[in-house]
């Protein structure tokens, strides 16, 4: 079952990939599955039906793919223990980063990728900078719930179906409020108190997310919420203040370590991201290559197709 929001206007889309995400969320989903030459694929199919099915059901104008960078973070410079309760990726997947690559290359999509950051902040920076400077629509594929920090009127997020009994799910801000507790521009300050074991984020010890949400809702930030304690508020009961009082700092470096950077040094150009400048036989043949067959009906329309139904209709 997929549920997406309804769209009411006729902008233009672009559809912004968070790489690693799918190919994390395909790797786990299949079994695995190895191509007409022996090498396991099933990361590698996973992901190109995942990225072939969301073109096909939202037709976006423009797409491009973010991956997370090798080399360390600037978030793990700032707390060492980021993430690092991670296991390292899986030697059969390695191989499989390339052959996505090549998959991407062929569909002829921009490629994002630089030293220190992470896809979040890729994304986080090409979504803000177009919806300030364009009119146009952004929707994030991606398998990672921080992202919905960015959710706005002009940016979605949406995250394909994970298990059987899972359904896709479109995140604008009234569904992010009924999933989180809070809006879309208070993620970060609701992840500063609950922390993020998934990214290993301390948070507030003693600070679960059904608190951290009424805090938030209550005080609106947690700049609001600490400056409330240091006015001598009593909404508080002694328990939570006391635990806020220890978790101060720990409260403040989680808010800065779950913050997507919209500000990455990135140069970015709209009219490259286009959907339909591709070569259709490059694609074909590496997906015959692959064992692909089934994926070829899904590949969206090159510029030659794309010029025939201009003209037709």
């Known amino acids: 079952m997929t549920q997406t929001r ?3 206007n006729h902008r233009p889309l672009l559809m912004l990939i968070d790489g690693h995400a799918i190919i994390y969320r395909a790797y786990h989903a299949l ?20 990225l072939l099915n969301v073109i096909r059901q939202f037709r976006p104008d423009y797409l491009v793919v973010t991956f997370d960078s090798k080399e360390k973070t600037l978030r793990a410079d700032l707390e060492e223990t980021y993430k690092a309760n991670r296991p390292e990726m899986p030697d059969d997947l390695k191989p ?9 290359n062929a569909l002829n999509m921009p490629q994002f990728e630089l030293a220190g950051y992470e896809a979040d902040d890729l994304i986080g920076t090409i979504a803000q900078r177009l919806t300030k400077t364009e009119d146009i629509d952004v929707l994030i594929v991606t398998g990672d719930k921080d992202l919905l920090q960015l959710v706005n009127d002009k940016i979605h997020v949406f995250l394909p ?12 801000a009234e569904q992010v409020v009924i999933k989180l507790g809070v809006k879309p521009e208070q993620v970060v300050d609701l992840k500063a108190l609950m922390g993020d074991t998934s990214d290993n984020i301390k948070g507030v010890k003693g600070i679960g997310q059904k608190t951290a949400a009424k805090l938030i809702n209550q005080f609106s930030s947690l700049a609001k919420l600490y400056q409330a304690i240091d006015a001598g508020a009593d909404q508080l009961s002694a328990g939570v203040r006391q635990k806020l009082l220890a978790g101060r700092a720990d409260a403040f470096l989680s808010q800065e370590l779950a ?20 070569d259709k036989e490059k694609v074909a043949r590496l997906f015959e290559t692959l064992g692909f067959h089934s994926l070829m009906k899904y590949l969206p329309q090159d510029k030659f197709e794309v010029s025939v139904q201009e003209a037709l209709f």
């Open 259 to 278: 913050r997507i950077n919209t500000n990455v040094p990135i140069r970015f150009n709209l009219d490259e991201a286009k959907l339909s400048e591709y």
């Open 6 to 8: 309804p769209r009411t």
């Open 31 to 50: 079994p695995a599955l190895t191509s007409p030459q022996g090498q396991l694929v099933n990361a590698v199919y996973g992901f190109t039906r995942i």
């Open 96 to 104: 499989q980063i390339d052959l996505i690559k090549q998959v991407v």
């Open 161 to 172: 179906k994970h298990g059987r009994f899972s359904r896709d799910i479109e995140y604008d």
